[in-house]
């Protein structure tokens, strides 16, 4: 081969890196990447733990929503291009039922199925300082009332006072955080190692 056509074929195979690569760069201007609050960020139950990977496993087929009956399941729009349609919950709008839809219709390892009581999304976290029956404000009891694993996740601590103390069984559904009345949403799901308590600092 001349060195001329060395030099076209060169030329040619880097032409069409550059406008195979275009709309990849096109998405991710488009699609800037922005901060996410992960307690507004859950992804499904079944997930891979590591984020990074399930964003690589996610093919953003959107079958988990269309299966899931409380339409919990929302999916990145413009939060960057390597999240675009991935699925996640925020349950301050909608918390997750644990039905298993989403895990059994899953094409990939995204989503995996496993028993209820080993899904971990997370651990629900109560501000002492805030929820109201703590700060004997009233009673309340929507967080115990709507869990749907019942006492082994959240349970009062005594009957008559209407304390809600979370157990280590919680998987981070989030439903407790939809059903909480106070404006403040003193009840979270948070990653386990934080903790069931939220921990406040003297300054």
Request: proline letters at 8%; a positive charge.
């Amino acid at each position: 081969m001349s060195r001329r056509n060395a030099l076209k074929t060169l030329v040619s195979s880097a032409v069409l890196l550059a406008a195979g690569s275009t709309p990849f760069a096109v998405s991710y201007l488009l699609n800037p990447k922005q901060k996410i609050d992960p307690k507004k960020h859950l992804r499904p139950p079944g997930a891979i733990k590591d984020d990074h990977a399930f964003v690589a496993a996610c093919i953003g087929c959107g079958l988990c929503g269309e299966v899931c009956p409380p339409k919990c399941i929302k999916f990145h729009q413009r939060e960057g291009a390597g999240q675009v349609n991935t699925p996640y919950i925020n349950p301050e709008e909608k918390g997750c039922i644990l039905c298993n839809k989403c895990m059994e219709v899953c094409p990939t390892e995204s989503l995996t199925v496993v028993e209820r009581k080993n899904i971990d999304m997370g651990i629900a976290q109560i501000d002492r300082t805030a929820c109201y029956p703590w700060v004997d404000r009233g009673i309340c009891g929507a967080c115990v009332a709507a869990c749907p694993l019942g006492e082994r996740a959240i349970k009062f601590k005594h009957w008559h006072q209407y304390q809600p103390v979370v157990q280590k069984a919680c998987v981070g559904c989030g439903l407790c955080v939809e059903v909480c009345p106070h404006p403040s949403l003193p009840i979270r799901v948070v990653e386990r190692a934080s903790g069931s308590i939220t921990r406040h600092t003297v300054s």
